[in-house]
T-cell receptor
Framework: DAGITQSPRHKVTETGTPVTLRCHQT?????MYWYRQDPGHGLRLIHY???????DKGEVSDGYSVSRSKTEDFLLTLESATSSQTSVYFC??????????????FGPGTRLTVT | GQQVMQIPQYQHVQEGEDFTTYCNSS?????IQWYKQRPGGHPVFLIQ?????EVKKQKRLTFQFGEAKKNSSLHITATQTTDVGTYFC????????FGTGTSLTVIP
């Protein structure tokens, strides 16, 4: 498996609290992605990054923000968590954009529960 | 996303039976990828198809890209319990989208 770690792996938080999920890679890949996975919806792109400080929105970006200050780290922040953000969150990396046909490597996932 | 339809959503097969999942797009694609996710695991890249009509094989798995590059299929011959999981197609529909997946259960 590619060198991708996510932290925390599990988190339970209350509605209205801020939450930050971290993705760390040791592969020096330029592209990093945050997905959420929910039953019946597959994997949906939240935000992605194409370089340090370069990010863009995905399909389901409302309520989420991201930051990438170093090549190896990509942070996903829920400013004020809601129950609809209960999900499994996956980070992924790729050498080039997935749209150009480059495979993505996924981290182990973070299970987030918002009560 | 909305631009890709993956069917069926679920499939239960007896061990040894064949299995096929289909990915249908409303637009022509430059490439399509397939991923597998074991229960409780993360998606793992299986293969990429680029050419019209392309067929690729990995042991018992056969992947096909349609002539019009708007659909793709994954066929597993003689399923085994190790094939259990969810299979996703993924591709560049504007941004990079994953299909909703087909969950395969293999009954021993």
């Amino acid at each position: 498996d590619a060198g991708i770690t996510q932290s925390p792996r599990h988190k339970v938080t209350e509605t209205g609290t801020p939450v930050t999920l971290r993705c760390h890679q040791t592969e020096n890949h330029r592209y990093m992605y945050w997905y959420r996975q929910d039953p019946g919806h597959g994997l949906r792109l939240i935000h992605y990054s194409y370089g340090v400080k370069d990010t863009d929105k995905g399909e389901v970006s409302d309520g989420y923000s991201v930051s990438r200050s170093k090549t190896e780290d990509f942070l996903l922040t829920l400013e004020s968590a809601t129950s609809s953000q209960t999900s499994v969150y996956f980070c992924a990396i790729s050498e080039r954009p997935g749209t150009s046909g480059y495979e993505q490597y996924f981290g182990p996932g973070t299970r987030l529960t918002v009560t | 996303g909305q631009q890709v339809m993956q069917i069926p959503q679920y499939q239960h097969v007896q061990e040894g039976e064949d299995f096929t999942t289909y990915c249908n797009s409303s637009t022509t694609l430059s490439n399509i990828q397939w991923y597998k996710q074991r229960p409780g695991g993360h998606p793992v890249f299986l293969i990429q198809l680029v050419k019209s009509g392309e067929v690729k094989k990995q042991k018992r798995l056969t992947f096909q890209f349609g002539e019009a590059k708007k659909n793709s299929s994954l066929h597993i011959t003689a399923t085994q319990t190790t094939d259990v999981g969810t299979y996703f197609c993924a591709g560049p529909w504007g941004q990079f989208y994953f299909g909703t997946g087909t969950s395969l259960t293999v009954i021993p």
